[in-house]
């Protein structure tokens, strides 16, 4: 019986198959949460590689959801970068571990990128951060009972407790502010409480998340973050709010709606991601 690859080798094979099929590496690189994969139309000269094909990724079971990484030259601000886009993701409540959940983050900061963007729907929690807010994510609560980190430790990857303290990093969060303001999208800051889901939240605990310092909440992020500061990549977050957290209004809480107010919020996030990224890259 043959031992199953470790961490290093599936990461290994995967940038390379990555730099085969792309040439240059990217500089900096975004994740892309629900609704908001439209950003990947503006890059040059891009090339896209399904998950599928990309050996030891997690590809999402959920039909319409499967996923892929495109990389190819941003062109803005009068600056060119390049940049990797991770277009869907896969999540805990689908069944995969923590570890899974961030192996795409991994791939990413073993191109060698200079910075990590993570973009997510996500309930509002402060009342002032109503449906359609854009969310500089300031820090994170990592509520899902998983930790990414879980398991031996690949030394060569990282420490086995590394420090959270910058998770998001104040430099990349200057810079996205400065980002927003040029194109004139107002951005808000705000912590995020990463849950397990998938069902949505009570009321009471949206209130217990509220006495716990939550401003925003989600089901995604907080394992990507993780992984990246385990590599030693800065992180930078947005959260686009979808909706008013549980209990917060009367509405019902459905898929349908956090999908069709992140498409509608798209346009200001795109503004800001392509501002933001040029600057991210040194
Ligand atoms: N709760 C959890 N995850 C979410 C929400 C929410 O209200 N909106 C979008 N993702």
């Given amino acids: 019986m043959t031992a199953p690859p470790t961490l290093s ?3 290994a094979a ?11 590496p990217p500089q900096v690189a975004a994740i892309l949460g629900s609704g908001l994969g439209g950003f990947a139309s503006r890059l040059e000269d ?7 094909d990309l050996p030891g990724f997690p590809v999402s079971r959920v039909e319409g959801h499967a996923g892929r990484l495109v990389v190819g030259t941003l062109r803005a601000s009068g600056r060119l970068v390049r940049v990797a886009l991770m277009q869907g993701r896969v999540h805990g409540y689908e069944g995969w571990s923590a570890g899974e959940v961030a192996f795409g983050a991994r791939v990413l900061c073993s191109l060698g990128i ?17 449906p359609g807010s854009l969310v500089r994510i300031t820090d994170h609560l990592n509520l899902t009972g998983q930790n990414a980190l879980t398991g031996a430790n690949d030394q060569a990857l990282g420490p086995r407790f590394p420090d959270m303290g910058g998770a998001y990093d104040p430099g990349l969060g200057a810079l996205l502010e400065a ?10 800051r705000g912590v995020y409480a990463g849950v397990a889901g998938p069902s949505y939240e009570t ?19 907080v394992h ?47 503004s800001v991601l392509a501002a933001f990224l040029p600057r991210a890259a040194r």
């Fill in 9 to 11: 080798a599936r990461l």
């Fill in 14 to 24: 995967a940038t390379a198959l990555i730099l085969e099929r792309t040439g240059a």
């Fill in 46 to 52: 891009a090339v896209a590689i399904p998950y599928a």
């Fill in 114 to 130: 200079e910075g990590l963007l993570v973009t997510n729907a996500a309930g509002g929690i402060a009342p002032d951060l109503g």
């Fill in 179 to 188: 980002a927003a303001a040029e194109v004139g999208v107002p951005l808000r």
């Fill in 203 to 221: 009321p009471a605990e949206i209130r217990m998340l509220r006495m716990l310092g939550a401003d925003l909440v989600g089901m995604s992020t």
């Fill in 224 to 270: 990507e973050v993780t992984a990246a500061r385990h590599h030693g990549v800065p992180v930078a977050g947005i959260s686009v709010v979808t909706n008013a957290a549980a209990g917060l209004t009367r509405a019902t809480l459905t898929h349908e709606e956090v999908q069709k107010v992140a498409s509608r919020a798209a346009a200001g996030l795109e």
